[in-house]
């Protein structure tokens, strides 16, 4: 499992978080894209006041889908020619002068833009309720945790509930908690599987709880701030209860069970020594690694001497930990799960003797 901060420094980040945040919500005819000596910046114009805002990866990709404007003439634009990008967008957002949306700020950048329906549920409202959860977890402790653009991980082992899926690979049960608040995805508790022999960290979507970030449109006041409603801050509140139980399912002994019979299983799908090179092939066009992470996939095969399906699933989880992003990272634990669980169809496709 890849470290990412202590928990104390997360703590801290969420906390200076809350003071820095700023959303709006805003007619598109006040927005604006700057170009700058190369650069763009977002610009906001408030009756007499302009702000102006640094644009992340995030909210780029975001202005982009909202203008209908092609991913990839987007990024040309704005890598080869930002006057022009400016033009184009400026020329669309006065097409839709009246269109609402949500812009949310942080340490003068603007973050993300979503629409106005967006349901905030912030990363330190779901920490407030979930760490006193944990610590409630005799045992329980967050092995690993991080704060990055698009989200907040939470990755919590419980000891006290173990399987051994063969002679001396013991894992453990855990939960993942995480969230986003710039429209990359859902309040999400999922259960994982902990892996000692190596630091694993494989992530089930099996019984997920799943909040999404819709709810009635946001208003705001002739400043474009956004007033809080009382009805979804209750609604919300409801939500962040359910958080406890779907916590303690995730390390349920049951569930637990089940999830170890599976990985138990995949122990027995073995591939052959000539098979393994076109196998990681195949299982890296299936999932779409990049050619570095293909690699590293095959040499962790090899040097784990493991030559099955459960073997194959380790390889990727362990190849999670050498990834720069965090993000990424968690995407490959998720996906050496969907390996230990694949269709018996897709995996004699990956072994059939011809290959």
């Known amino acids: 499992m ?12 969420l906390e ?23 650069g763009i910046a977002l610009n906001v114009t408030n009756g007499s006041m302009i702000d102006q805002y640094a644009v992340n990866e995030i909210a780029h990709r975001q202005i982009g889908q ?27 957002f006065s097409k839709m002068p009246d269109t609402k949306r949500m812009l949310r700020t942080m ?47 939470l990755k919590v082992v419980d000891p ?34 902990y892996r000692l022999v190596c630091s694993n960290g494989m992530i089930a979507e099996d019984g997920k709880l799943r909040k999404y970030h819709v709810g009635r449109a946001n ?7 956004i007033y809080r409603d009382e009805t979804l801050e209750a609604d919300d509140r409801a939500f962040l209860m359910k958080l406890e139980d779907s916590v303690k399912a995730a390390v ?15 122990t027995e799908a073995e591939i052959k020594p000539q098979q393994v090179q076109q196998v990681v092939e195949l299982t890296a066009k299936e999932y779409r690694f990049t050619e570095a992470e293909g690699q ?36 490959l634990e998720a996906i050496g799960y969907r390996i230990i669980t694949m269709a018996p169809s897709m995996w004699r496709s990956l072994t059939r003797e011809r290959i």
Request: aromatic share 6%; glycine share 8%; with cysteine.
């Open 296 to 331: 590293g996939i095959l040499g962790h095969l090899a040097a784990g001497g493991d030559l099955s399906l459960y073997g194959l699933a380790n390889a990727v989880t362990r190849q999670a930990q050498d990834v720069e992003s965090y993000d990424r990272s968690t995407e």
């Open 16 to 38: 200076r978080q809350q003071t820095a945040k700023r959303d709006f919500v805003v007619n598109t005819g006040a927005l604006s894209l700057d170009a700058q000596g190369g």
């Open 252 to 266: 349920d002994q049951a569930r637990f069970a089940a999830l170890v019979d599976k990985m138990r299983e995949a």
């Open 107 to 153: 340490d003068g950048s603007a973050r993300a833009l979503l629409s106005d329906r967006y349901r905030r549920i912030d990363n330190f409202e779901v920490a407030s309720a979930v760490l006193p959860i944990i610590r409630r977890m005799d045992g329980a402790g967050v092995e690993s945790c991080e704060l990055t653009d698009s989200r907040m991980y």
């Open 66 to 92: 909202h203008l209908k404007i092609p991913a990839a003439y987007y990024d040309r634009m704005r890598t080869e020619y930002p006057e022009l990008l400016a033009l184009n967008a400026n020329g669309w």
């Open 219 to 225: 208003e705001s006041r002739e400043d474009f701030s």
């Open 2 to 13: 890849k470290a990412g901060k202590t928990l104390q420094e997360l703590a801290a980040e």
């Open 160 to 193: 006290r509930v173990t399987a051994e899926i063969k002679k001396g690979d013991i894992v453990q049960a855990g939960v993942l908690v995480s969230n986003s608040e710039v429209g990359m995805g859902s309040v999400t508790v999922r259960p994982l599987i």
